[in-house]
């Protein structure tokens, strides 16, 4: 690995700071870049193991829910079977779920929640409704059939104590071996990031929400 990470760093013309440097040397650039299909070719043949992976997506940044949902149309999109349980959220029912009913039982899309806990000031039943999605998580984690499992505002719950992380960690373990889950929402315990195989934080650099009053628009928000 260390070979092949050199040979990236040498396959690169680099400029101060780290930047691309405009090319000069045209012969120098088909040398270069023949060097890097090698490099990439020999890196993708000897990535040969397919598993089922644990994807996290958090952070405080806009977007979890929506890289997991990017991830069932790709998923759905190969033709394979996708199951989504969305905890905390279902006060409304969002874009995602209308667009993606065309694709029948292929999908199935279960929004447990009654909304943001401001909204419903019941903490009992919060907690209530958390373990009824979670055991329906349960049925598709155990069941081959669905390729992807998404457990949208897993976090939230476990951060809010809805849920232990042992039980989610138990649930991953039910997985047949080539399927998928992807679980988001800000706060990911540090036993579910290292259990995961990638990570992914949402960084906020800026939010339309808070700097200009702008409202949640269709589309965007939900």
Avoid: C
């Avoid at 397919?50 to 999109?77: I, M, N, S």
């Avoid at 899309?109 to 909204?119: I, R, V």
């Avoid at 009992?124 to 949208?152: F, I, N, P």
Wanted: hydrophobic fraction near 40%; glycine fraction near 10%.
């Amino acid at each position: 690995m260390a070979d092949l990470n050199a040979a990236d760093q040498a396959a690169e013309k680099l400029g101060p700071g780290g930047a691309l440097a405009p090319e000069t040397d045209p012969d120098g650039y088909q040398k270069r870049m023949a060097r890097r299909k090698e490099v990439q070719q020999q890196r993708v043949g000897e990535r040969n193991l397919e598993k089922g992976l644990v994807l996290v997506f958090t952070g405080d940044g806009k977007g979890k829910t929506t890289a997991a949902l990017g991830l069932v149309l790709r998923t759905l999109g190969h033709g394979e079977r996708v199951a989504v349980v969305q905890f905390i959220k279902g006060g409304w029912q969002p874009g995602e779920a209308k667009a993606l009913q065309l694709f029948g039982d292929d999908l199935h899309w279960h929004a447990l929640g009654e909304g943001f806990t401001w909204e419903t000031q019941d903490r009992e039943r919060d907690r209530q409704l958390v373990q009824l999605a979670w055991d329906r998580s349960l049925t598709y984690l155990a069941d081959a059939s669905r390729k992807l499992v998404v457990l949208d505002e897993v976090n939230v719950a476990l951060k809010l104590g809805y849920l232990e992380i042992e039980q989610v960690l138990a649930g991953l373990a039910l997985r047949p071996p080539l399927t998928h889950v992807a679980l988001t929402g800000r706060g990911a315990p540090a036993a579910l990031v290292e259990r995961a195989d990638l990570v992914t934080e949402m960084k906020l650099v800026r939010h339309p929400f808070r700097e200009q009053g702008v409202k949640a628009q269709a589309g965007i928000e939900f």
